[in-house]
């Protein structure tokens, strides 16, 4: 690692502590901002009935929910600087437990997605443009239109009737093998691949006309070396970013598909989480997740002086403020 | 390429059933169960595993819910109500464990204070309350007067456990099944007890799959994956119908689609204080377009806000308000509610408008649709609102709404739970005080909670819905919910439950 880069990693990681704050409070506000008392809720689940004022009164103080806002943030933070994200009102298991237990299965969906969004896309993308306003490129268009059109869920539905109904080639649900992983992979892949399709056949389109493009061509290099190594490495500068910025979507919104598929992720385990206010876990998913984002966003930062020699660290800074 | 994908993956290993079931499957007797989402591990240290919400056949009560919604002798073959708040319940004998222990007193002891222990808030119970006499022979005094006991103790949740037994991880209890394994989130195992007291189950093993989504679990079973499935989705009955090989049961209503009514709410939630309004309202709503249109025939009329069986004989005393827009018309006319110019009733500058309170997950959505149309059409105005739970919670407690529509279930043989819990001025939930009914109201209510006679119980009961939702109209039962099950074929001798925590698996079997 040169000296430059490490320097460049270093301030960006200084960086992210403000940063990671500003998400801890973010956190923290959001799960106790939202009307409905964790307390109350518990208690529902317990017996599927309401439960007596007095029952809710002494579950919230044993909780620790009746000591003022600013003081139970304080103490949250100090606990998670120790390492601890706390415990989950609903199951009394430990939240930072809870999200490494179910976060490997959400990371494998959204990986996997946007590995195929990317496999998709790139391809797609790049001949499309190569060839504008063939049949490929109007093809190409129209699969990423529809496939930024439907959502995710009728996506879902729909390739269960087909794989799983139907032809009988795939489960319906479930996350027992790799077999499993193949449907939510391309429900949520199929949305991404349409978003990065579209981007990547612009940006080509952009670089083909650039002066070095057409110099390429000149100098009477072979097409498949101006398509792809002029061409669309210089393209994919923006197509990176898309996916970073995509991925942290795909963290969260991957819930439906899990719960469509009845995988145990983080996504749902979240959703059922805010249904309950159950405060720890929301908190530590938003702080955890927000970790893994901006993570993925320094790897991005890193990766454009490796992709593109002419990118200067100073550049990447800027654009990294930017983002922010 | 999506194809080639899937025939790809279609060459790794088998790694559910196909739906073509061998002459091996069937005599396995295994049958495969889509249930809803796994509630298991949300509440640590609560005695439910394999018992609430979902009943897998391994655990029993004292007293079973009857289809009929009426508490039946199981564990206990009798209880007497000795005075004093006393109940005397006589065991069964002969009962033992899954691992081999007699059943006697102490484990119907241990299994009620360990509901003390872990705070299940529902049994009105202290450490004080349970006192074994011998044997087969256990007292029980509720720690406040409560002599509806006995009907309450039909829920799943009061299943007995073994003493000693942690029924968090392994249940140890005495039903047709016995636990074989749990994987969160994934599924839950019984296999055949075969030293059952009683009629031995037919199935050898039981796999209950864990499914949230409700098409998902409609699709499962299309898929072959599972040979039957609970609570149907509407939307998907039609489908399943079609499909060659299923079949759709449906159990008697167990459940109450219930508009409850904000009759003393927050300001500015103040319209429905006025009965007239309220009867109004009532009388705006073609219930039996509801039932046989809305819900597609899978509901009944009812006038009552729990299942009629509950209330026996005396259910049919209920009156309930006949459906009469243009009375409704005329009523909100009398209440100084006007026709203005938008179609939407005023009185002075205030607008009939109403805010509707829904769980999306609870009330199908195109309920609230339905009834939004119907009061538009008599001049008043609703805006629906679906709410989390969470905010769901806040509004209710709050009395920030003027209508809420809920689906409360019957899940023990007491007639009086929900008049006890929602309306009744004595009740200790929040929620109560913005639904007050009246003195006379809860004088039945009393009566009905504190009759020795459960026939006079229900008499109470009836007579206290009946002020409930005919004289006073604070609460409109809008239909009685069947709870459909689907299946194969091949599923034979199922008796569809009520009550979903109470069904029963030991007379099901599969079909070559």
């Not at chain 1, 949520?188 to 981007?199: D, P, S």
């Not at chain 2, 007890?193 to 039981?206: C, F, H, P, T, V």
Request: charged share 20%; aromatic share 8%.
């Amino acid at each position: 690692m040169s000296l430059h880069l490490a320097r460049f990693i270093s301030r960006r990681l200084l960086y992210l502590v403000p940063v990671w704050l500003g998400v801890s409070l973010l956190a923290f506000s959001l799960a106790n901002l939202a009307p409905g008392d964790p307390a109350e809720l518990m208690l529902v689940r317990q017996t599927g009935q309401s439960p007596s004022a007095e029952a809710v009164a002494q579950l919230r103080e044993e909780l620790g929910l009746n000591g003022p806002a600013p003081v139970r943030y304080v103490r949250w933070l100090a606990k998670v600087a120790a390492g601890d994200l706390g415990e989950s009102y609903r199951t009394g298991a430990p939240v930072l437990e809870l999200l490494v237990a179910r976060f490997p299965s959400t990371l494998e969906l959204a990986l996997s997605a946007m590995l195929l969004a990317i496999l998709i896309a790139l391809p797609l993308g790049a001949v499309a443009a190569i060839r504008q306003d063939s049949i490929t490129d109007h093809f190409a268009r129209l699969v990423a239109l529809i496939g930024a059109s439907v959502p995710g869920f009728v996506v879902g539905y729909l390739l269960i009737l087909l794989f799983a109904v139907t032809l009988r080639l795939l489960p319906v649900a479930g996350s027992d093998g790799w077999r499993y992983l193949v449907l939510p992979v391309l429900t949520l892949g199929i949305g991404e691949a349409a978003a990065l399709v579209r981007l990547t056949r612009a940006n080509m389109l952009e670089v083909l006309t650039e002066d070095y493009v057409r110099t390429a061509r000149g100098k009477g290099a072979p097409s498949h070396t101006v398509f792809v190594r002029h061409a669309l490495r210089n393209a994919l500068n923006p197509v990176i970013t898309l996916s970073a910025v995509r991925f942290g979507r795909l963290l969260g919104g991957a819930a439906i598909v899990e719960t469509i598929f009845a995988r145990p992720g983080v996504g749902k385990t979240v959703v059922d989480a805010i249904h309950d206010r159950d405060y720890p876990v929301i908190q530590g998913f938003i702080l955890f997740a927000g970790t893994v984002f901006l993570l993925a966003n320094l790897l991005v930062d890193v990766m454009y002086p490796l992709l593109d020699p002419r990118v200067r660290l100073s550049g990447a800074e800027r654009r990294y403020r930017a983002s922010l | 390429m999506l194809l080639a994908l899937a025939m790809l993956s279609a060459c790794g290993p088998a790694e559910q059933s196909t739906g073509k079931s061998s002459d091996a499957a069937a005599d396995l007797q295994e049958l495969k169960v889509g249930a809803l989402e796994d509630e298991f591990g949300l509440q640590l240290n609560r005695p439910r595993l394999g018992m609430y919400p979902l009943n897998t056949g391994i655990c029993e009560p004292l007293f079973r819910l009857t289809n009929d919604l009426q508490a039946k002798p199981w564990l206990a073959t009798k209880v007497e109500y000795r005075g004093d708040n006393t109940f005397r319940f006589t065991l069964r004998q002969g009962v033992v464990f899954h691992d081999g222990s007699p059943l006697d007193a102490n484990d119907v002891k241990f299994t009620l204070d360990h509901a003390v222990r872990v705070k299940t808030q529902y049994s009105f119970l202290s450490d004080q309350s349970v006192r074994v006499i011998d044997d087969s022979t256990v007292d029980v005094r509720p720690s406040v007067p409560n002599l509806r006991l006995a009907d309450q103790i039909v829920h799943s949740l009061w299943s007995v456990i073994a003493t000693g037994n942690d029924p968090t991880t392994r249940p140890n209890c005495t039903g047709p099944f016995r636990f074989l394994e749990y994987s969160p989130q994934s599924h839950f195992t019984v296999v055949r007890n075969d030293s059952y007291w009683g009629e031995k189950a037919k199935l050898q093993r039981i796999t209950f799959r864990f499914f949230q989504d409700d098409n998902t679990r409609a699709l499962a079973l299309r898929a072959g994956e599972v040979d039957a499935i609970f609570d149907v989705n509407r939307g998907t009955i039609a489908s399943l119908r079609e499909t060659p090989g299923l079949k759709i049961l449906a159990a008697p209503p167990g459940s109450t689609i219930l508009m409850y009514i904000s009759t003393r709410g927050a300001p500015p939630y103040t319209i429905m204080a006025d009965q007239r309004v309220r009867r109004a309202v009532a009388m705006a709503i073609d219930r039996k377009v509801l039932v046989d249109r809305v819900l597609g025939g899978y509901a009944a009329l009812v006038n009552s806000v729990n299942p009629p069986a509950a209330l026996g004989r005396h259910a049919a005393a209920i009156n309930g308000v006949p459906y009469d827009p243009a009375g409704a018309r005329r009523l909100l006319d009398a209440a100084g509610w006007k026709l203005s110019g938008d179609r939407v009733r005023m009185n002075g500058s205030r607008r009939l408008a109403l805010v509707m309170i829904m769980q999306p997950g609870n009330v199908d959505r195109v309920v609230g649709e339905f009834i939004q149309a119907q009061l538009a059409a008599v001049g008043a105005e609703v805006r629906i609102e679906h709410l989390d739970p969470g905010a769901f919670s806040a509004r209710i407690n709050s009395g920030t709404f003027d209508l809420d529509i809920e689906v409360p279930s019957q899940n023990d043989a007491n007639p009086a739970f929900l008049l006890s819990l929602r309306w009744y001025s004595r009740s200790p939930i929040a929620s109560a005080r913005f639904m007050p009914v009246g003195p006379r109201f809860d004088s039945l209510v009393t009566a009905a909670l504190t009759s020795e006679s459960r026939d006079d119980t229900q008499r109470r009961a009836s007579e206290a819905m009946q002020v409930l939702v005919s004289d006073e109209v604070a609460a409109i039962p809008l239909a009685g919910i069947y709870r459909i099950y689907a299946m194969t074929d091949k599923v034979r001798g199922f008796d569809p439950h009520p009550s979903r925590n109470n069904q029963w698996w030991n007379t099901v079997w599969l079909a070559r």
